[in-house]
């Protein structure tokens, strides 16, 4: 299982990413979750303390680490397209409740467009998470659909978009949709969180086709004080849980 979970910010990503992580950990999965956000805080949402993420680098700002695998550097233009990546899951990321988390950060391609060593290593790396046949892969990727445009998500098995009853929501899925097919990505399902009645429901399937409605996360005011104490959703709202383990079930289907 490869999936892409995207939309705009705000939405709850990271919240349903980091559920759907520890569950199939929970079922002694090989789990993967890698955080693709500039604002990288799935580690926090799968259970870890501020301290320990306090220590991690994201592997897009590690500067040494990308020149020695492309050969880029300041007296050097010309890098490698194809760097040796396949040691790096393993040996930077960190595991918390059976969730092995991998900070990727994010390219900032203000001024020097997107072909750029952070980003091979970037899509390198994320390439090689799709071939890992045995884990279950989750990216929690940044807000927005710049990640698409750059076709750094090329080649998941499926994008998981997380909206909330709203029109920009529901376009975003609608670009999300269009953009994917030109990556070779098979399915966009969508996720509706923040639901707070069957009015919003009834606006969700009136807009998202069947079967790309994975299911509904209710609003939960647990969610919100998981977030508050710095917890992972996982540990204090059940019956968050137990809704994303409905999606998660579909997803398996």
Do not use: W
Not at 47 to 58: A, H, N, T, V
Not at 88 to 100: A, H, L, M, Q
Not at 216 to 226: G, K, L, P, T
């Amino acid at each position: 299982m490869k999936i892409a979970v995207t939309g705009k910010g705000g939405v709850g990503k990271t919240t349903f990413a980091a559920t759907l992580a520890r569950l199939y950990a929970e079922e002694g999965k090989n789990v993967l979750a890698a955080d693709v956000d500039p604002d990288a805080n799935l580690g926090l949402a799968l259970g870890f303390s501020e301290d320990e993420l306090d220590s991690i680098i994201p592997i897009t700002k590690m500067r040494k680490l990308v020149e020695e695998r492309t050969g880029a550097s300041a007296d050097n233009r010309f890098y490698k397209l194809n760097p040796k990546v396949d040691d790096i899951p393993d040996t930077y990321s960190r595991t918390c409740n059976g969730v092995k988390l991998l900070v990727l950060g994010t390219v900032d391609t203000a001024g020097s467009g997107c072909v750029c060593p952070e980003h091979v290593m970037l899509k390198r790396i994320i390439n090689h998470l799709v071939l890992r046949s045995n884990d279950v892969v989750i990216l929690d990727m940044e807000a927005g659909l710049e990640h698409l445009g750059r076709g750094t998500t090329e080649g998941m098995e499926q994008f998981v978009v997380v909206i909330e009853p709203g029109a920009r929501s529901i376009q975003t899925y609608k670009n999300v949709k269009r953009l994917a097919s030109g990556l070779g990505v098979r399915k966009v399902r969508v996720v509706a969180n923040k639901v707070r009645n069957e009015e919003d429901e009834t606006f969700i399937r009136e807009r998202i086709p069947e079967e790309d409605l994975l299911g509904f996360i209710h609003y939960n005011s647990e969610v919100i004080d998981a977030d508050r104490q710095g917890k992972s959703p996982y540990d204090v709202s059940r019956s968050a849980v137990e809704e994303i383990k409905k999606i998660k079930e579909k997803l398996d289907a």
